[in-house]
């Protein structure tokens, strides 16, 4: 998975609790991206990141935050997490603009 | 809403088979149409991507044929393998002032059958 890991690999949280996930990249790139699966929707950008310190919104932001503070780390926050935010997330790197997108295994989400 | 649209959800072909699967975007400001191919429990992997100046490209078995006027399209495999048995994504992008940001369909499932 090119020197991506994510973590944790596997998540079941309540309603209402704050939930961090964590991308880890050992390849230097400048662009990191945040998506969620889910069935008949494909892939659906969250935020993303152009440097350190740097991000901006993807079309599903809403009830989400970043924080990238150093190159190699990417993290999502979901404040309050919610039933719908049950999803299968994945982190994606790439080395520059329009370049190959190399994606982490996946953080299976539940929110009960 | 949906930028590009992906068809069809499912295809079952049989080995040696050739499916297509289609991709019409709606915003001609899209300059980059990459395939990925992901299997269960693992991420998408890049495939093979094209650039609007040209209407062809082709990889291996992979090929991508690209209609700029109807702003369509597709990805052929040629000798269809029960290997290749995957979901597919089709995705667009454009650059922009912070980067640039994938839009991809919703997906075809392919099953190829010994």
């Known amino acids: 998975d090119a020197g991506i890991t994510q973590s944790p690999r596997h998540k079941v949280t309540e309603t209402g609790t704050p939930v961090t996930l964590r991308c880890h990249q050992t390849e230097n790139h400048r662009y990191m991206y945040w998506y969620r699966q889910d069935p008949g929707h494909g892939l659906r950008l969250i935020h993303y990141?152009?440097?350190?310190?740097?991000?901006d919104k993807g079309e599903v932001s809403d009830g989400y935050s970043v924080s990238r503070s150093k190159t190699e780390d990417f993290l999502l926050t979901l404040e309050s997490a919610t039933s719908s935010q049950t999803s299968v997330y994945f982190c994606a790197i790439s080395p520059r603009e329009q370049e190959t997108q190399y994606f982490g295994p996946g953080t299976r989400l539940l929110v009960l | 809403q949906q930028q590009v649209k992906q068809s069809p959800q499912s295809l079952i072909v049989q080995k040696g088979g050739i499916p297509i699967i289609n991709c019409a975007y709606e915003n001609t400001a899209f300059d980059y149409f990459p395939w990925y191919q992901q299997f269960p429990g693992k991420g998408p992997a890049l495939l093979i991507a094209?650039?609007?100046?040209?209407s062809e490209k082709k990889e291996g078995r992979f090929t991508i044929s690209f209609n700029k006027s109807a702003k369509q399209f597709s990805l052929h495999i040629m000798d269809s393998q029960p290997g290749d048995s995957a979901t597919y994504f089709c995705a667009a992008s454009i650059k922009g002032t912070s980067g640039s940001r994938l839009t991809f369909g919703e997906g075809t499932q392919l099953t190829v059958n010994p």
């Open positions: 094209i650039r609007p100046d040209v």
């Open positions: 990141s152009y440097g350190v310190k740097d991000t």
